[in-house]
């Protein structure tokens, strides 16, 4: 019996997902550092309270995708 070694598309796309969402939180963060490092602080914290509810949900939303990937992989082998 041959195994198959590839992930399905679907992982796949859920995995390229989280590694840009991952990526951009981090880039965000690191604005938010950067920008309260030179005293921009009150626009940190307008940006943070405006943005919150959609990072959450983006966040949510990927780990949503990414677990129906695994189980769909686990029932495909």
Do not use: H, P
Request: some cysteine.
């Amino acid at each position: 019996m041959r195994v198959n070694n590839y992930y399905s598309l679907l992982f796949r796309w859920a995995c390229r997902l989280l590694k840009y969402f991952l990526l951009a939180l981090f880039g965000f963060t690191l604005f938010c550092i950067l920008s309260t490092a030179f005293g921009e602080l009150e626009m940190v914290m307008v940006l943070i309270r405006n943005s919150w509810i959609w990072i959450v949900r983006i966040g949510l939303l990927v780990l949503d995708v990414m677990a129906i990937a695994i189980v769909c992989e686990s029932i495909r082998q």
